[in-house]
T-cell receptor, first 109, second 111 residues
Framework: QKEVEQNSGPLSVPEGAIASLNCTYS??????FFWYRQYSGKSPELIMF????GDKEDGRFTAQLNKASQYVSLLIRDSQPSDSATYLC?????????FGAGTRLTVKP | DGGITQSPKYLFRKEGQNVTLSCEQN?????MYWYRQDPGQGLRLIYY???????QKGDIAEGYSVSREKKESFPLTVTSAQKNPTAFYLC??????????FGDGTRLSIL
């Protein structure tokens, strides 16, 4: 069974802190990975995607991929209350996209 | 604007009734997907389609049916065989291994 696991949370951080969201996957054939943000009652929106080992930065967001450890993470620097949402990790392999259950993040002012 | 349009936003189903959820995209994406999301849960794949006139079952296809007669359209029918249809239904599309783009979703409830 191909699984994507996320730390269950909920995760609470103060405004301005770094939020760290983690994800592991079981399918070694997974080629690309995605982080989506989902506000309550809304559809997921893409935050970051990463295909290669290492770090990828976009503004306050950094995605990290370690294929040997089958580990993906998302760092959010200078967290803002507007970052409060559920974050979904997904892995893709040959037409098969697997989503984790999501981690709920709360950023407290 | 390019995007994915799902309709209706809210839908109510009576006992023994089939209902159809609409999904249209103008992104020229080959692949389209239907997911179900229950409260506090992740996304579970119902059906997906890579090309017109072809589709594959996902993890929870029982009680659902789809068609892909046009590249732009991928409607989902929730049949009376689906005994617990209350959920948030999300349609997505993508090109190759590029990120999936989601519609705004349809909330289905039982009357």
């Amino acid at each position: 069974q191909k699984e994507v696991e996320q730390n269950s949370g909920p995760l609470s951080v103060p405004e301005g802190a770094i939020a760290s969201l983690n994800c592991t996957y079981s399918d070694r054939g997974s080629q690309s990975f995605f982080w989506y943000r989902q506000y309550s009652g809304k559809s997921p929106e893409l935050i970051m995607f990463i295909y290669s080992n290492g770090d990828k930065e976009d503004g306050r967001f950094t995605a990290q991929l370690n294929k040997a450890s089958q580990y993906v993470s998302l760092l959010i620097r200078d967290s803002q209350p507007s970052d409060s949402a559920t974050y979904l990790c997904a892995g893709y392999n040959n037409n098969d996209m697997r989503f984790g259950a999501g981690t709920r993040l709360t950023v407290k002012p | 604007d390019g995007g994915i349009t799902q309709s209706p936003k809210y839908l109510f189903r009576k006992e023994g009734q089939n209902v159809t959820l609409s999904c249209e995209q103008n992104l020229n994406h080959d692949a389209m997907y239907w997911y179900r999301q229950d409260p506090g849960q992740g996304l579970r794949l119902i059906y997906y389609s890579q090309i017109v006139n072809d589709f594959q079952k996902g993890d929870i296809a029982e009680g659902y049916s789809v068609s892909r007669e046009k590249k732009e359209s991928f409607p989902l029918t929730v049949t009376s065989a689906q005994k617990n249809p209350t959920a948030f239904y999300l349609c997505a599309s993508s090109f190759g291994n590029q990120p999936q783009h989601f519609g705004d979703g349809t909330r289905l409830s039982i009357l």
